[in-house]
């Protein structure tokens, strides 16, 4: 696979301020807020799928602040999503390494992509043998939705443990922020609405990755084109908003500086191109993707393209 730099198409644009992404991003405090609030009086049944919704949209708006929305300023935009709901990511750790996903010409490479799921034979020779059947199982739909969230956890902890351990400065930094971020967001949900910490990673932060990874479990997969790796996946609108129109990645990778609500105008306008450089890897709605692959792997482990 060719590696070159990223060139990310760019998007000028009229408007200091994106008041579409500022308006979303202020409803979902709101919403967010009261989801907690009321935390006392909502069924587990009810604040499961609203909490993990609220969750995962808050990262889908962390992901338009790293793509420069809804201001100019960047340092505006990662205040603006300063406190950590999610938990276990710091803001600047997910920008740095998504804006290095964005080189399409090393898309899925597991030495190159921070977001690819797959692995070199020469990896996958070093992961011990009890842990290979736990890895085969996150390649499916119900293993990404269950112990998905715990494997991209725990492989990401002791990534950055290394990085800081050998002296990455930046990393470093990117904790002790998210450190304060974190506080911020417990001092909310403990101190002010009484809520357990396990009960919010096991109702709010666990279902919210959760669904973050049900995205791009969908997003990209090995081929000898890097227009060919990135899928569009048609949704309905609920689904559309979760994911801020990223379900259509390939568009998003076509103009990533894009706003997410300029996202589907783009996509029907140039729709039949879109799909032809991504050699037709279009998926029909996530319940198609649950049918498909709940129990059955997307992707093999071992990248079939790099040796």
Not at 58 to 63: A, D, E, I, V
Not at 209 to 231: D, I, V
Request: with cysteine.
């Amino acid at each position: 696979m060719n590696k070159t730099a990223p060139q990310l198409p760019h998007v000028t644009r009229s408007q200091n301020v994106e008041w579409p992404t500022a308006g979303l991003l202020a409803m979902t405090y709101l919403c967010f807020a009261a989801a907690t609030w009321f935390y006392d009086v909502l069924p587990w049944f009810i604040v499961l799928p609203v909490g993990g919704y609220l969750v995962c949209l808050f990262g889908s708006l962390q992901h338009e602040a790293v793509h420069g929305h809804p201001f100019r300023s960047s340092r505006l935009n990662e205040a603006l999503v300063f406190p950590a709901l999610g938990l276990w990511m710091p803001y600047r750790r997910y920008k740095a390494l998504h804006i290095a996903h964005h080189n399409d010409d090393s898309l899925t490479d597991p030495a190159d992509d921070p977001e690819s799921y797959y692995w070199t034979k020469a990896q996958w020779g070093d992961v011990p043998p009890l842990l290979r059947p736990v890895l085969r199982f996150n390649n499916t739909l119900l293993g990404r939705l269950s112990i998905g969230p715990a494997i991209a956890v725990a492989f990401f902890i002791w990534k950055e443990a290394r990085l800081m351990i050998a002296g990455d400065g930046r990393a470093l930094k990117a904790w002790l922020l998210h450190g304060l971020g974190t506080a911020l967001a417990l001092y909310w949900i403990i101190g002010i609405c009484n809520i357990p910490f396990w009960h919010y990673v096991l109702l709010y932060a666990y279902p919210g990755l959760s669904l973050t990874l049900l995205r791009s479990f969908a997003e990209h997969r090995a081929h000898l084109s890097a227009g060919g790796r990135t899928a569009v996946l048609e949704a309905g609108p609920l689904m559309s908003l979760l994911y801020l129109n990223n379900n259509l990645h390939a568009a998003h990778h076509d103009v990533p500086s894009l706003p997410w609500y300029g996202l589907p105008r783009h996509y029907r306008a140039n729709r039949d191109k879109l799909l032809q450089r991504n050699n037709g890897y279009l998926l029909n709605g996530y319940g198609g993707l649950f049918r498909r692959y709940l129990l059955r792997a997307k992707e093999p482990t071992i990248h079939p393209l790099i040796k």
